[in-house]
């Protein structure tokens, strides 16, 4: 059995999009700074690196499953070239209404990357932006890191605050979140780089 980091994408991996509003293009997909550097070091602590994902974009008909699928693979393959494994990558295609099984806070895609990837969920961590990120983590017996962006501290420290999911971490980027789960399994590691960088 492996241990896993599950990853949101909006947010975590790419910067997200406005509220409301979609990531419907490559052109608009940008990675995050420390995000490359931070997938490699979990892959070389032995972490299995999967990302998992609501699109109800799909649903709303604003991008089909193929276009959605290619943004992924080429997600992929970007981080590949820093040396940044992404083990796989699990979407939610569905609206709110009807409650389907796999839609974050709901545990399935998470479960079904475990019974894939031979993943003891007890052992991994879901690191997230939102509350329903951490709810899906805690649903499915992980650990949890809520993301707070630095730059928009106020507002989101507040709703982290008043969130009623409780995260074991808070971290204010991609890089402090692993260092701190690093901290917390005793993974030892030679360096951090002090400046990330932006791919
Ligand atoms: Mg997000
Ligand atoms: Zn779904």
Redesign the pocket.
Known sequence: MSKAVFLDRDGVINQKPPEGDYVTRWEDFHILPGVAEGVALLNRAGFTVIVVTNQRCIAKGLLTVVELENMHQRMTELLAGSGAIIDGTFY???EIEPV?E??KPAPAMLLKAASLHGIDLSASWMIGDSDIDIQAGVNAGCKTVRLIEGVEAPDNAKRASGSTTHADIIARSFLEAIRRIFEREGVAIDSFSSTPTAI
């Open positions: 939610c295609p569905h389907c796999c839609r």
